[in-house]
């Protein structure tokens, strides 16, 4: 049976001054997106919103938007694919084995407290699927809770962007929130690599985050391995 994957993606445009723009971290989508494919999944686009995904201008330039990047932005099919996300209430979590959320600082803004993707998560991790996010997407996991009340993250090594690196990428002050303190606050295990903007993978069974952008590839990759591939 071919594997299904869910990939989350923002639809917010800008930070709180609206003259700022952010969006999509897009090779933390298309590093994920290949390797996936390579295995054969079938992958869908969710967003809280539905419809576009807008994209972080900063994912788009060079050195940081490599040949995947490049690849995604002149294939119109795959522009359309950002441009028609599904909402949530379009998606049925029994048809799919794990759930990926991708990054940008947009996602700190419409994941947290979004209840329609937290049923979907918790649903997927439920029956036994993998729940995993890169960079930035570990704030759609903050509040996310079992069935049993309990949050998913509580007790759990997990890492996502580190509040160091917020500050080497001159954001902090921008951002609404400081990711990595309110995940220690939930009870999680937070890690970080020792050095910043390096790969930085954490695996806790059925949970797979990675740290930064440079994390997608081993982040999907891992998820990949656990779904037996």
Same mark, same amino acid.
């Given at each position: 049976?071919?594997?299904?994957?869910?990939?989350?993606?923002?639809?917010?445009?800008?930070?709180?001054?609206?003259?700022?723009?952010?969006?999509? %971290?897009?090779?933390?989508? !298309?590093?994920? %997106? &290949?390797?996936?494919?390579?295995?054969?999944?079938?992958?869908?686009?969710?967003?809280?919103?539905?419809? /576009?995904?807008?994209?972080?201008?900063?994912?788009?330039? @060079?050195?940081?938007?490599?040949?995947?990047? #490049?690849? @995604?932005?002149?294939?119109?099919?795959?522009?359309?694919?950002?441009?028609?996300?599904?909402?949530?209430?379009? +998606?049925?979590?029994?048809?799919?084995?794990? +759930?990926?959320?991708?990054?940008? &600082?947009? *996602?700190? @803004?419409?994941?947290?407290?979004?209840?329609?993707?937290?049923?979907?998560?918790?649903? +997927?991790?439920?029956?036994?699927?993998? *729940?995993?996010? *890169?960079?930035?997407?570990?704030?759609?996991?903050?509040?996310?809770?079992?069935?049993?009340?309990?949050?998913?993250?509580?007790?759990?090594?997990?890492?996502?962007?580190?509040?160091?690196?917020?500050?080497?990428?001159?954001?902090? #002050?921008?951002?609404?929130?400081?990711?990595?303190?309110?995940?220690?606050?939930?009870?999680?295990?937070?890690?970080?690599?020792?050095?910043?903007?390096?790969?930085?993978?954490?695996?806790?069974?059925?949970?797979?985050?990675?740290?930064?952008?440079?994390?997608?590839?081993? !982040?999907?990759?891992?998820?990949?391995? /656990?779904?037996?591939?």
């Amino acid at each position: 049976m071919t594997r299904r994957i869910l990939l989350v993606v923002s639809n917010v445009a800008n930070y709180a001054d609206q003259s700022e723009p952010t969006g999509l %971290w897009l090779s933390e989508l !298309t590093h994920a %997106w &290949h390797i996936f494919a390579q295995k054969g999944y079938t992958q869908q686009m969710v967003s809280p919103k539905g419809g /576009l995904s807008p994209l972080e201008p900063r994912s788009l330039k @060079w050195p940081l938007a490599d040949a995947s990047v #490049k690849e @995604w932005l002149g294939d119109s099919g795959r522009q359309q694919l950002l441009a028609s996300t599904a909402a949530p209430d379009e +998606i049925n979590p029994a048809d799919f084995d794990a +759930i990926y959320y991708t990054g940008g &600082h947009a *996602v700190m @803004w419409d994941f947290p407290d979004d209840a329609a993707l937290q049923r979907i998560t918790r649903e +997927i991790y439920e029956r036994d699927g993998i *729940v995993s996010s *890169v960079c930035h997407g570990y704030c759609g996991l903050l509040n996310t809770r079992l069935s049993n009340g309990n949050l998913l993250v509580a007790g759990r090594r997990l890492t996502g962007y580190s509040w160091v690196e917020e500050v080497l990428a001159g954001v902090a #002050k921008k951002v609404p929130y400081n990711a990595e303190e309110e995940m220690v606050r939930r009870g999680a295990l937070y890690e970080k690599a020792l050095i910043p903007f390096v790969s930085k993978v954490v695996t806790d069974g059925r949970l797979v985050t990675g740290q930064n952008p440079q994390s997608a590839k081993a !982040t999907a990759t891992q998820v990949a391995a /656990l779904l037996g591939d």
